[in-house]
């Protein structure tokens, strides 16, 4: 499990954060100049060079999403322009993309950060610009709710695979949703129905939690408390619930760290959005402690898991029940080996997971439990500490990635084997350098005592 650091603060990654801000600079700055934009978004690097993917464009917002942060972290204006001219040029087929559940990875990640710069007054406010960035995320998140499974016990926007399939991924991506109802709007369907966003929002939170995280309370032979299963997977014609299943992970009766990372992150966001909100929209939904205490179960369980299934330095292998794990040894009682023989990391799930861990632990300090909330907040610092040094900070000139080890898809034999290894090792991905950017700045903004960093911030 993590060795938790209990006597790190934030103030104390000072200088290792600079380093890092420096470094995605130059990152960003290669990117831009070496990328050949005409094929399509960058996706991971292959031999350090950011190479593209055919699957769905789910990554192109993080690209120009990084240059957003670079500008917020640092000041530096040409990353802002940089981040709004490709935003206009490039992302408008991501807000009316009906193929896929990303949304809010997208738009968030470009519209939404300019908004919430401007909200900041980081940047002028001009008004035709603010009713920009509102309308595209307004028409993104009804995009992402037409979406949607019915199941009998409520519904879920479903992914690309189909109407059958629930990916825990989309817990991060219902943001899109909650962003577009605060912002006043709503979905209509046939016949003018009015779908209240929230709501759907809502309902998809509470079925993921449901099905997607797992409580030790005897599903199946391999429920144990907090751990996720990829996709869930429905019968379309009664709404039944019929098994896990994984994509990207091992198993569905084991549990694929990024996806986990997504949960932690995605519900522990959703518990600080509805504290923003009156019992009054609330109950649109049902019962507002309800609505706290699955989303606050759901945060717990999976950054509990994490905590314990997690090798001692904060970075996991790429699933819990990868099947060559058991030729590491006691694997966990040690820090995590990208260069072993047998198995990868996934740094870009240790990025993700320490912004669930640092975001609950900050909501449970913030509501009176210090004791269990600090354990979540040293937790999330320690995996931070780990990723601003090497072997996963790139200070490689000549590599375009900013976080090493990070893995795609295993399963399917995508990511790099660099020559004289054995397993992937040595590469980035855009999903991982941008939330390991978000993260940086979570920390940063605590340390420089600025505005707390929440997705939501671009609400005037």
Request: charged share 20%.
């Amino acid at each position: 499990m993590i060795a938790i650091d209990s006597e790190i603060q934030a103030k104390d990654l000072k200088s290792a954060l600079d380093k890092f801000w420096q470094l995605s600079a130059e990152k960003i700055s290669a990117i831009e100049k070496e990328y050949p934009q005409n094929q399509g978004s960058p996706v991971f690097t292959v031999d350090g060079k950011y190479a593209t993917r055919g699957w769905t464009e789910w990554t192109q917002g993080f690209q120009f999403g990084s240059s957003i942060l670079q500008f917020d972290a640092t000041g530096e204006k040409s990353y802002l322009e940089k981040g709004k001219l490709k935003t206009h040029q490039y992302m408008a087929p991501h807000i009316s993309h009906t193929g896929v559940h990303d949304h809010g990875f997208n738009n968030v990640s470009t519209y939404g950060n300019l908004l919430r710069l401007m909200v900041e007054e980081k940047i002028p406010y001009v008004e035709w610009e603010k009713n920009y960035y509102e309308l595209a995320l307004k028409i993104s998140g009804a995009v992402q709710a037409s979406r949607w499974s019915p199941i009998k016990d409520g519904g879920f926007m479903y992914s690309f695979n189909g109407p059958h399939s629930l990916f825990v991924d989309t817990i991060r991506t219902v943001r899109i949703l909650m962003l577009s109802h605060s912002l006043g709007h709503v979905l209509q369907e046939e016949n003018d129905k009015k779908v209240n966003l929230l709501v759907r929002g809502l309902q998809h939170a509470k079925a993921t939690a449901d099905y997607s995280v797992y409580y030790g309370e005897g599903r199946d032979r391999y429920d144990l408390w907090g751990r996720t299963a990829h996709e869930s997977v429905f019968n379309t014609n009664d709404g039944n619930f019929r098994c896990p299943n994984s994509q990207q992970g091992y198993t569905g009766f084991s549990t694929w760290t990024r996806g986990l990372a997504w949960a932690m992150c995605g519900f522990a966001e959703e518990l600080e959005y509805i504290e923003t909100l009156s019992e009054n929209s609330l109950k649109a939904y049902g019962d507002p402690a309800e609505i706290k205490a699955f989303l606050l179960k759901a945060a717990t369980a999976s950054c509990d898991f994490y905590i314990e299934h997690t090798p001692t330095d904060g970075i996991p292998y790429w699933d819990t029940g990868a099947p060559n794990l058991h030729k590491l040894g006691d694997y966990l009682s040690r820090p995590a080996d990208p260069y072993n023989d047998f198995e990868p990391v996934d740094s870009s799930a240790a990025a993700i997971g320490a912004q669930g861990l640092l975001r609950l632990g900050h909501y449970l300090k913030k509501n009176g439990d210090e004791k269990k909330g600090n354990t979540y907040w040293q937790a999330g610092l320690t995996v931070l500490k780990t990723l601003l040094d090497e072997p996963y900070l790139s200070t490689d000139k000549n590599h375009q990635g900013l976080i090493l080890h990070s893995i795609y898809h295993e399963p399917n034999g995508w990511d790099n084997v660099p020559a004289g290894q054995k397993i992937a090792c040595n590469e980035s991905s855009m999903w991982g350098d941008y939330h390991a950017r978000e993260l940086a700045l979570y920390v940063q903004r605590i340390i420089d005592k600025d505005t707390y960093y929440t997705f939501f911030n671009c609400l005037s």
